[in-house]
């Protein structure tokens, strides 16, 4: 049998977005640990297409028309959470990413509606 994930999405990055957009922070490390991973892949797919020249993720959000603050926020996020540090967990995470992932899909959303709008109109 073929694997729902490949079945009920189109690509990988549909599955991804879904994942963002459907997660629900409980207060545990266990349950934020892949997002920072996730994130990165939706804001590097979006930016593929978005500014789709050869610059590096930071370059490519300098493009971005959305709150600096944000933006920054963001790409710490997804940048520093989804490399390994050696130092072990972060306590941080779990605030952070209910928080960045919001600050993702509403720069999505602000930057692309059309775009936005038709994945989300997938996962209500």
């Not at 020249?53 to 370059?59: C, E, I, L, Q, V």
């Amino acid at each position: 049998n073929l694997d729902s994930a490949l079945k009920d999405h189109e690509s990988e990055y549909h599955y991804l977005f879904k994942i963002l957009y459907t997660f629900k922070d409980d207060g545990s490390i266990a349950n934020v640990y892949p997002i920072p991973n996730i994130a990165r892949k939706v804001l590097d797919t979006f930016l593929m297409f978005r500014v789709p020249n050869g610059d590096k993720t930071y370059k490519k959000m300098e493009k971005i028309p959305f709150d600096e603050i944000k933006k920054t926020s963001i790409f710490k996020f997804t940048n520093d959470q989804s490399h390994i540090t050696g130092d072990g967990f972060d306590p941080s995470l779990v605030p952070e990413t209910q928080k960045n992932v919001q600050y993702l899909l509403d720069m999505m959303k602000k930057v692309f509606p059309e775009h936005y709008d038709i994945l989300e109109e997938q996962f209500k």
